[in-house]
């Protein structure tokens, strides 16, 4: 694997086919799993690793975001990614940005109306990345699924060539949606966190039980997450990412939560014909909690 | 010349150095230039001609453009262009667009504060012809000196891989910027326009003389502007487009008038040593007059 640091070296290893996997790093199952459907997909696999303060509103938020360069370089190696794209803040804002990629409607409910200033952000450093390393192909998971919305109807409208490939979202093997952030549960915030998924996969079952309106679907989770405050419950177009009173369409049923001081978000995708993408569970315990890496 | 009208046949054609110029159509002796530059340093020459919906903020503005395809595509072909790329409305927006780019500050002043939309609309087509085209350089006239800041700036924010070629405002030989909205002059507004380039070719003597007061340099201007209606007159940072008061660093000098209906824009670059750009004269009649073509 190497490791490049820089826009233009990434471009002059371009193959036939080549794939990225963006990251902010301190990598899981769930970016494992983007770089194996990339690695099957594509001659080439570049896996980004830049921690962009742009999209954190808040910089307590942007300090307390983990970062292990080793770890997750070592985790690349073994996933066989060709190219780890590791920029310096110089490399990405040679001067002080005033351009900004904003996308109206997709990001106004949900987590753009929580955390302002946070889609902006990361709308604009997909399109450098996308822009400035030219795959042909980028690796997102369903688990933010506001901003595979968001990055999807990005590619027309900036007339991007690349195709955004959607993957699964990777839980623990009690339900907890793989994240970075779970790492800062307290053992107490970590055995409520699990009510997020669990009322998400029982409004799943609601509707797979013929269920189609969408404040019945969104208080069966709200009825689950006792000891956790939640931001939103939203039952969402998938496609544009609005809110909706009712399934007719394909859709999320997002959720986000503050748990023991640590911000949570999950979702599970809906058809109107009953069926629901939860993602999938890990058997055994996440590397996320893992001490040889 | 071959004609392309996608976005995917123009990148098949991509050479070692592609240069793109753009164009909103009806070719003059200013994009001819351009061209012609583009020619010289480049393998491949592609120009585009879409006249873009979005940076029109007046339907009938958008309604008046004038087109004329084939005129068009011949004098491309007279000048040694490989690629005319004419995409659709739908290659352009297969979905309707709901992604925007957007620089602040840049675009606050002069054209920005009397076009509302327009700047939004330029970055996000020409981001989109610089993403889907790729080319290594892209040519820009200086005449659109507050768009030519803003391109400049963007190529860096956005990581995008291409450099912005700036080349010289071409005038008709009384003076007057080569624009298609000249041919929609009466010959009365046409003899009052040369006033503007009067005006301001009369600061940058002002200049040459010593002159660094930013009031000073742009009343000259004004005072030359008899019969026409003045938008703005601004002394502006080159690097910002942000209005100065002094002339303390490069810096364009540039003015929108009314005259007869239609609206008319021109600069001259200026740097602190007291020279000036006013870019370069016709000898002869434009072609925008001409009944050949």
Redesign the interface.
């Known amino acids: 694997m190497r490791i490049v640091k820089t ?2 070296e990434c ?1 002059s290893l371009a193959s036939d086919s080549t794939g990225l996997v963006p990251t902010l790093g301190f990598v899981h199952e769930g970016h494992l799993d983007l770089m194996s459907r990339c690695r099957r997909e594509n001659d080439l696999v570049i896996s980004s690793l830049f921690v962009n303060p742009l999209q954190f509103g808040d910089p307590a938020d942007f300090d307390a975001y983990p970062r292990k360069f080793d770890r997750d370089a070592g985790l690349m190696e073994a996933a066989d990614v060709d190219v780890l794209f590791a920029p310096s803040l110089e490399e ?4 002080e ?10 990001t106004e409910s949900m987590e753009g109306a929580h955390r302002p200033g946070h889609f902006e952000g990361v ?2 450093v997909v ?6 390393i ?1 795959p042909d192909r980028a690796y997102f998971g369903k688990k933010d699924a506001q901003q595979l919305t968001m990055v999807t ?2 590619v ?6 690349v195709e955004i490939v959607a993957c699964p979202t990777v839980r623990e093997a009690d339900g907890l949606a793989l994240s970075s952030r779970n790492v800062r549960l307290s053992d107490q915030a970590r055995r409520l966190a699990v009510g997020l998924s669990e009322g998400l996969f029982a409004a799943a079952d609601l509707v797979a039980s013929g269920e189609r309106d969408g404040a019945a679907i969104e208080r069966t989770v709200t009825a689950q997450l006792a000891g956790m405050s939640a931001e939103y419950v939203t039952l969402a177009d998938r496609a544009s990412a609005e809110p909706i009173v009712q399934l007719d369409r394909p859709a999320f049923l997002a959720a986000a939560v503050e748990v023991g001081g640590v911000r949570l978000i999950d979702n599970v995708w809906l058809e109107t014909d009953g069926s629901s993408d939860r993602g999938r569970r890990l058997d055994e315990t996440s590397i996320l909690y893992g001490e040889a890496h």
């Open positions: 826009f233009a471009r990405m804002y040679p001067v940005p005033v351009t900004a990629v904003v996308v109206k409607g997709i709308a604009t399109t450098k990345l996308l822009a400035g030219q109807r990005m027309p409208d900036l007339s991007l060539p």
